[in-house]
């Protein structure tokens, strides 16, 4: 398996979702990315037809700096602005209009978070000055996200609190199908509370905290911004619910568990390195003859220390990366470890029972991949139960994308040799299976 064939499935797959998925819609950002994906699959056809050898290293620059890139990016730039980080935002503005073709854009929310950060929050109760207002008014008129934002914050300047309601439900039904946005979520909470329907506020309340969860700093603002507002009667109710989100986490520090896992796993390619790979493999590989016949039970964990090479062990190390942060921080680091490694085991030990009913070849395997794949076994099960408990399209939207996942990664098991299906399935039906029990509500710290 080539570097070269995975880049041909990424790309392939990554262009047609991008022009799926962002066809018809005219904000520039969203134009930018679509035109990308049109780019990216036309390159990759070419390529495959003209250099196959090399089709998917040419599809993935366009792929990398107009699709990957820019919603890196903007998604980076969209979370620091809606929580006042006008620095981070900036800087991430900065990058943008160094990608080509997306300086038109870029400018536009350079802009917008130039004139909102002289307020020091997109929400602080201050007026703005005329010249502020007017390039608001025009950045209104842009097809672009950053119209969205200027829009409101034009709105909050004004005091049109009824417009403003209006506009923030308008938001939450163009979104439906995605996690709401913290900042018009705000905007709709506050709307509600200047117009005196603090009751109505309330309501909403929970339903908004589905969304964001305890310990994270959006979810704090909230409901210390509704405390600016509820009557004396009312405080306890959110007073309550501020009290089980006193440690304030930081979303982008990454849990200690996603380096600890990716360590290991660096750490056993490192030994291979030093050891010489035949001798780290001769110990630590899964081999179903020295587990049953020896006894050499230690092979079901260690498997996954041991990588055929640097591009098996950076797809490991990167789903780990990926997939790791929201479980870890759901779960605990310590309880996430834990969750990893009984995944990996879990999906060792369906293995050795396959092949001992002679069900699947008894060959040896190395890799990380059967705890990767109990990771997503994990987000299968939270977003399934998240959406049987609230019915929200948002759960609904991301149990289909992770349904999608699995779909996609059987195909690719089925048609690239030397992966193991089985060892996917195995590791996906005990991250399933164990998530539930080590589940909990609870933010826990990492």
Known sequence: ????????????????????????????????????????????????????????????????????????????????????????????????????????????????????????????????????????????????????????????????WRELLLFSEEIALRGQGRRPSFHFTEMHLVALAELGRWKDALGLLNGYLEYFPKGSEARVRLLNRLLQYLPPQELSIVSIELEGSTNITDSRKTPWAINLLSGLCCLGYLAEVVFGVDRVIELLAFDPFQILLLHEWWRIVTCGLVHADLLHLGSNVLGIAILGPFLARHLGSLRFAVFFFVALVG????????????????????????????????????????????????????????????????????????????????????????????????????
Not at 377 to 394: A, E, I, K, V, W
Request: charge should be positive; proline fraction near 3%.
């Open 1 to 160: 398996m080539s570097l070269n064939y995975i880049l041909i499935w990424l790309t392939g797959l990554g262009s047609v979702f991008g022009v799926l998925r962002n066809r018809g819609r005219e904000e520039a950002e969203i134009l930018f990315v679509f035109r990308s994906a049109l780019l990216t699959f036309a390159t990759l056809v070419t390529g495959v037809f003209v250099l196959p050898a090399f089709a998917g290293y040419i599809a993935c620059v366009p792929w990398l700096i107009g699709m990957v890139l820019p919603q890196v990016l903007l998604t980076r730039l969209i979370a620091a602005y809606e929580l006042g980080d006008s620095v981070r935002a900036l800087r991430c503005a900065q990058y943008l209009k160094l990608l080509p073709g997306a300086s038109r854009w870029a400018v536009l929310w350079e802009r917008l978070i130039s004139t909102t950060a002289r307020l020091g929050s997109p929400l602080q109760e201050s007026a703005l000055k005329e010249k502020d207002l007017e390039l608001l008014s025009r950045l209104t008129r842009t097809a672009s996200l950053a119209s969205l934002y200027a829009r409101a914050a034009l709105l909050y300047s004004l005091s049109g």
């Open 347 to 446: 999906a060792s030990l369906i293995m050795l029972g396959l092949m001992w009913f002679s069900i699947a070849e008894p060959n040896p395997m190395i890799g990380a991949s059967g705890g990767v794949m109990g990771l997503v076994g994990g987000y299968l099960s939270y977003y399934m139960n998240s959406y049987r408990r609230t019915g929200s399209l948002y759960h609904k939207e991301q149990l289909r994308g992770i349904l999608l996942i699995v779909c996609l990664q059987t195909l690719f098991d089925i048609m690239t040799p030397r992966v193991s299906f089985f060892a996917h399935l195995g590791g996906l039906a005990t991250g399933l299976l164990l998530f539930p029990l080590v589940s909990s509500s609870s933010v826990q710290k990492s």
